[in-house]
C-alpha cells in the first residue's frame, strides 16, 4: 500500500484482534479509548485523515465531513447498521462509506433467540424472584410462559441475512415462520410464509424487528401496530431503537395489551427511558446483540480491511450502496 497523506483516525479502542489487524497496516494511527469521543474530539481525529474507523456512537454528519478535510477517502462504521452516517453527504464529499454484513448474523441471531426464550419462558422473572429471597416451592402455576415450541408462530419484520438466522433458528424450534419485507408480501420460501406486515403482526405470537432504521421505518411499530398485535404476543427489538415507538411500547405493556417484549437497542441510545425499568414483562440487554467474542473481532478486522482496502486503491470490501 502506498503510504496515504493522512492518519487512520479509529474512534474507540476495538477488540484485540480488530487492534491487531489496524496495526499491522503500518499506517499512522490516532486511536481514540473505551469511551466514545466527544464531538470535538471526533473532529479533532478526524481531520487530515486518510481513513475514519468509526462506531454507531459517533454521527457522522456533513458537518463532520466537511471538518475531516479532502484527505478523507473512507469512513468504515464497525456496525452493519449505518444510520449513524449521512450516506448522501459522504457520497456528495466522494468519501466511501462501509459497513459490517455478514460476519454479526449468527451472533446477532442467537442474540435475537435469547431474547425471545428469555422473555416468552421468563427467564428474567425467575431470576429476579429468586434474588428476592421469597421463600418458594415449585409450583404447577408458576411463572407459566408462552410454549414457543409447540406450534407458535414467529413473525419476522426485515427479512435480511439476520432474519434468515432467525428464521433458521425458529425452524429447530418448531415454529411456524412468517416474514414481512418491502419488497415480498407472499409466496414461501424455506418454510417461511411471507405475508404484509399488517398479518404478520395480528398472526404471530412473536414479532421480531429486524429492519434497518430509515425514515420509512421509525416507528414503524408505533400505538396501532401494537394493537394489532394479539394480546398474548410478544415483540423482541434487536434492530435500532427508533423503530420502535418506545411510548407507545411503554403503554401497551402497562395497559397489558401485548403480553411483553425484549429490547436490545433504544430510541435515544445510551439514554433509556426510565419508564422501560418500570413497566411488566419487560426484558432489557444493553444493545449488544453482536457481542460475540469472535463476531466482534470479524467486525472490527472487516473495517479495517475496508480501509485497507480503499487506501490502496482497491475496491472497497463491503461498501454502502
Ligand atoms: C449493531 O447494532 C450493528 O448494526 O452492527
Not at 441475512?161 to 428464521?167: F, Q, S, T, Y
Request: hydrophobic share 50%; glycine share 10%.
Amino acid at each position: 500500500m502506498t503510504t496515504p497523506a493522512g492518519h487512520v483516525y479509529v474512534s474507540r479502542l476495538l477488540t484485540d484482534g480488530a487492534m491487531a489487524r489496524l496495526r499491522a497496516l503500518g499506517l499512522p494511527l490516532r486511536i481514540g479509548d473505551d469511551n466514545p469521543p466527544t464531538r470535538e474530539a471526533l473532529a479533532a481525529g478526524m481531520a487530515g485523515a486518510a481513513a475514519a474507523v468509526v462506531t454507531l456512537t459517533e454521527r457522522v454528519d456533513a458537518d463532520l465531513l466537511a471538518t475531516a478535510g479532502d484527505g478523507l477517502a473512507v469512513v468504515a462504521n464497525v456496525a452493519v447498521g449505518y444510520d449513524n452516517i449521512d450516506v448522501a453527504a459522504a457520497r456528495a464529499a466522494g468519501v466511501t462509506v462501509t459497513n459490517t454484513p455478514g460476519v454479526l448474523d449468527n451472533a446477532t441471531a442467537d442474540h435475537t433467540f435469547a431474547l425471545i426464550l428469555a422473555v416468552t419462558r421468563r427467564v428474567v422473572d425467575g431470576d429476579r424472584f429468586l434474588r428476592s429471597r421469597e421463600p418458594w416451592i415449585w409450583g404447577p402455576r408458576m411463572l407459566i410462559g408462552l410454549d414457543v415450541s409447540a406450534g407458535a408462530t414467529l413473525g419476522i419484520i426485515g427479512y435480511g441475512r439476520i432474519g434468515r438466522a432467525v428464521a433458521r433458528r425458529a425452524r429447530a424450534f418448531d415454529m411456524t415462520v412468517l416474514a414481512s419485507t418491502r419488497s415480498r408480501t407472499s409466496g414461501d420460501e424455506d418454510g417461511v410464509r411471507f405475508v404484509d406486515t399488517g398479518t404478520l403482526l395480528a398472526d404471530s405470537d412473536v414479532v421480531c424487528v429486524l429492519t434497518p432504521l430509515t425514515p420509512q421505518t421509525r416507528h414503524l411499530i408505533d400505538a396501532a401496530a401494537l394493537a394489532r398485535m394479539k394480546p398474548t404476543a410478544y415483540l423482541v427489538n434487536t434492530a435500532r431503537g427508533g423503530v420502535v415507538d418506545e411510548t407507545a411500547l411503554i403503554d401497551a405493556l402497562t395497559a397489558g395489551r401485548i403480553g411483553g417484549a425484549a429490547l436490545d437497542v433504544f430510541e435515544n441510545e445510551p439514554h433509556v427511558n426510565p419508564a422501560l425499568l418500570d413497566v411488566p414483562n419487560l426484558v432489557l440487554t444493553p444493545h449488544i446483540a453482536s457481542a460475540g467474542e469472535a463476531t466482534r473481532d470479524a467486525m472490527g478486522i472487516l473495517a479495517v480491511d475496508n480501509v485497507a482496502a480503499v487506501l490502496s486503491g482497491r475496491p472497497a470490501l463491503t461498501p454502502v450502496r
